[in-house]
């Protein structure tokens, strides 16, 4: 699939970066799952003209106006990204790939945690929220991935090849069936249960699930959401800030021509007000790009 801007995210931003930029007459492809944005299932007074709305409907109008003009919504995950020469190219949960010539970054915050005991306690020592990161120092250990989504599944996969047991921990499974073939074919173990407790002293001795189950584990690597905005702008040779987020400029552009960022992954306040400013900034800017206006 050829598109000229791909925008990742699914949000107030991304949404808003979607309208814009297929107003300017440029083809918008959207990947990332509405359900998935921080404004699913809220409910705010503070934005502007609206006075008490629910963030659903914010997302279902934004997402209408947005296929009115054009743009094309996949409802999946971006489960890896490159730099192709001058254009970008990605993998979306199904397989499919995409080559976009600009991306706009609007995943919002990830790193979720599980707010468990020993979570914080092993931070460091066994805990990880990035098996790509730490993968390498799992050769020949036992590993336990846990979360429901695309990132979960690709990393349980990933690790396979370098743990001598990859478990994968998913009570509530979002991610395609064709990643979670992929995993299992693989050799991964999976448990359906959420997680309790990590157990261990100095380090992560093993995982206690809800159900009882007790896995013993050298890690627990925890991916509750889709690929992070970190992991997605260093794949496009963007350098995130110390916290994860991207800096940009005024015109929401990173370092990199072609790559804009807006919402929450540019750092606070994180608002939907500031999220679709900036969307409506990257996208503008994006399809500038693609024009060859800017």
């Given at each position: ?13 991304g949404?808003?970066?979607?309208i814009?930029a ?22 705010m ?11 659903d409907s ?6 209408r ?10 409802g999946?995950?971006?489960i ?8 970008f ?6 397989g ?7 991306v ?8 979720r945690?599980?707010?468990i ?11 990880s ?7 390498n ?8 991935i846990v ?12 690790m ?6 990859t ?15 992929k ?8 448990y ?24 013993r ?12 905005a970190?992991?997605?702008a ?7 800030e ?9 015109d ?13 992954v540019?750092?606070?306040?994180w ?5 679709v ?10 399809a500038?790009f693609?024009?060859g206006?800017?």
């Open positions: 699939m050829e598109t000229d801007v791909l925008v990742i995210g699914s949000g107030p931003a949404i808003q970066a979607a814009h297929s107003r300017r007459k440029v083809s918008v492809t959207v990947a990332g799952r509405p359900s998935a944005s921080a404004a699913a299932g809220t409910e007074d503070n934005y502007f003209g609206t006075g008490h709305v629910s963030g914010l997302i279902a109008e934004g997402i106006q947005a296929e009115s003009t054009g743009a094309v919504f996949t999946q995950n971006v890896s990204s490159s730099r192709d020469g001058e254009s190219r990605f993998v979306l949960e199904d499919t790939e995409v080559s976009a010539k600009a706009v970054i609007a995943t919002g915050i990830s790193r945690k599980l707010g005991p020993g979570e914080k306690e092993l931070f460091g020592k066994g805990v929220y990035c098996a790509v990161c730490d993968c120092f799992y050769k020949g250990r036992r590993a336990v979360g429901n989504e695309s990132e979960a599944a690709t990393s349980a996969e990933m396979t090849g370098y743990a001598s047991e478990s994968w921990v998913a009570w509530d499974v979002q991610a395609s069936p064709v990643l979670v073939e995993a299992e074919s693989a050799g991964v173990r999976m359906g249960s959420k997680p309790r407790s990590i157990i261990g002293e100095a380090k992560v001795e093993a995982l206690e699930l809800e159900d009882g189950t007790v896995i584990t050298d890690g627990v690597f925890i991916e509750l959401g889709a690929k992070s970190a992991d997605i260093m794949d496009l040779d963007v350098m995130p110390m916290d994860d987020t991207i800096k940009v400029g005024v929401c552009a990173t370092e990199v021509p072609g790559v804009f960022a807006c919402g929450d540019t750092g606070k306040p608002q939907v007000a500031k999220a400013g900036q969307g409506c900034v990257a996208g503008t800017n994006a500038a693609v024009k206006e800017r």
